[in-house]
């Protein structure tokens, strides 16, 4: 017999905040300034983590070891796993030339475990932004088949100046503020996350309903803009929890400001629910893209919120696109929420969908 997969635990420093209850009043507040990251001439909006350390190495071990302490009590073998997009790529930039670069960046899981005083098994995942939800179907499979007990799932994403070029050199930033569902949307502000969630056979607050992760084959840039790929993976996790897609009380978007993305999800939204669309709400205008860490710091975010009884509003959005048809929530409310749904949109076509339910 399979066994259900729960979400024991959380950690969060972000942006917004030093913990998942931090961030939560964060939200409520309405909170969505952003600093700024300075390359070469040009400078875009950024999310920082609230730490002054200069020294890369320094913060990267201040933030793991904030955020695997509000995780509570684990067992020194409990397996590891690391979700990145950029690993301690932000070091090897600080230390400049000559570095020893190690035989994969993915070594920095290492480090992260020690500082987690963790000594089982460490798993890495950088599949851009999906990577979270891959960490946690891999952990989540092996808790289910009785192969493990527990879990650690970490996801960081921290400064570094090779991300920011990438995006900025693609016009895929926006310089202004990130703008969901928005018919003025114009690009993505990246920002910095440390999260943590503590998966378990044992019951806690949430459990994992559903899980379900696909390829959108349409560009290496962008979705499909009908948005079939995306409603085929939400389809294939409402399956896999064996729900209605009328059962689902909200959707935590990927919607980032992209003028592709944002349309290609809410398109594919229109073909899973039809008419009768749940609440939505995007946490990036409050805590900026993490990329890969987005999936676990998003999801320990939205927990946050949802023990307290809250929906945030969604921020930075005033003008409808007509092509999008959909708008998310933009004033704050209080609801008891038992399923709720995240999706991830990953660059180069990785797709993935997280359904959680309240115990």
Sequence with gaps: MLRPVHIVSSGLLCARGD??????DGLWAGEYSAGRHALGERCFP???L???EPDWYRRAEHAVRHVSAQLGSYAPATPLFVASSSFQIGLFEQRGVPFCMPIGS???SQQIADWMTLTGSRTSFSNAC???FSAIDAASTLITAGLIDDAIIVGIELVNNSTLAGFGTMELLSPTVCRPLDTRRDGLVLGEAVAAIKLSATPGPWKIAGLATGLDAYSTTGPDPQGGPIAEVIHDCLRAAGIAPSAIDLIKLQAAGSPGSDLAEANALRQVFGEIMPPLISLKPALGHTLG???ITELAALLGSLDAGQIPATGNYGEMDSEIG?????VRR???VRFALLNLIGFGGGLASLLVERN
């Design 19 to 24: 913990s998942p209850a931090a961030v939560r």
């Design 46 to 48: 950024y999310y920082p």
């Design 50 to 52: 609230p730490l002054d």
């Design 106 to 108: 993915a070594s920095f």
């Design 130 to 132: 999906i990577s979270g």
């Design 293 to 295: 860490a987005s999936g």
């Design 326 to 330: 959909l708008a998310p929530v933009t």
């Design 334 to 336: 209080h609801a008891s």
